[in-house]
Nanobody
């Protein structure tokens, strides 16, 4: 599956953004999807994941209660709604499709396909 992330930009602290990740391929609905982010000088970290049917979600503690991951299998798109943004949310955000290898969904190696990233900058 190929992924294309979009929706990043510059926003003030406390504001909101919605990231989108459009997928190609007929098997999108079979994959768990995830969002990760990488801040300057830091390693890529897990943000959120959603099961293939959308009924199960899991978040990093740092974004819990502020971010929501949603998927629309009809539109073969997964979204990340980000509210109450903080300066520490500044990063490049990547969407990813599960590699179906049985690894825990918060691990980078659990994912086999990655989008190109979209940059989010939160000004304080």
């Amino acid at each position: 599956v190929q992924l294309q992330a979009s929706g990043g930009g510059l926003v003030q602290a406390g504001g909101s953004l919605r990231l989108s990740c459009a997928a190609s391929g007929r098997t999108f609905s079979s994959y768990r999807m995830g969002w990760f982010r990488q801040a300057p000088g830091k390693e890529r970290e897990f943000v959120a994941t959603i099961s293939w049917g959308g009924g199960s979600t899991y978040y990093a503690d740092s974004v819990k209660g502020r971010f929501t991951i949603i998927r629309d299998n009809a539109k073969i798109t997964v979204y990340l709604q980000m509210n109450s943004l903080k300066s520490e949310d500044t990063a490049i955000y990547y969407c990813a499709a599960d590699g179906q290898n049985g690894l825990p969904p918060h691990m980078i190696d659990a994912y086999a396909s990655w989008g190109q990233g979209t940059e989010v900058t939160v000004s304080s």
